[in-house]
């Protein structure tokens, strides 16, 4: 069973940049392709970005194209999530997810991905 904490979040200021962190235990890291989520009250978990499993391939959502940056090591079981040129409309939880993978496919719904993290709260004040 694969497991996902992230770290990082926090309050800052429009324009400020944040970074955070997941990290997997459980599985085989190199297998997982992996993925950050967003949601704010009310709506649906938003994709913001997905990275396959070497690292090769991305994909990022058109809100954050530009201002945000997936990278992961592989040898630290870790994903990360850049954000700069923070925005309030940026203000969310924050998660991280994983599925097992074979190629270089990136998912983009929710439900493709099988593992979660608990969420980190980014809040970007105007």
């Known amino acids: 069973q694969v497991q996902l904490v992230e770290a990082g979040g926090g309050l800052v200021q429009a324009g400020d940049s944040l970074r955070l962190s997941c990290t997997a235990s459980?599985?085989?890291?190199?297998?997982?392709?992996m993925g950050w989520f967003r949601q704010t009250p009310g709506k649906e978990r938003e994709f913001v970005v997905g990275?396959?499993?070497?690292?090769?391939?991305?994909y990022y959502a058109d809100s954050v194209k530009g201002r945000f940056t997936i990278s992961r090591d592989n040898a630290k079981n870790t994903v990360y999530l850049q954000m700069n040129s923070l925005k309030p409309e940026d203000t969310a939880v924050y998660y991280c997810?994983?599925?097992?993978?074979?190629?270089?496919?990136?998912?983009?719904?929710?439900?493709?991905?099988?593992?979660w993290g608990q969420g980190t709260r980014v809040t970007v004040s105007s």
């Open positions: 459980g599985g085989t890291f190199s297998s997982l392709a």
């Open positions: 990275i396959s499993r070497s690292g090769g391939s991305t």
């Open positions: 997810a994983a599925r097992v993978t074979v190629d270089a496919y990136i998912a983009r719904a929710h439900y493709q991905y099988y593992y």
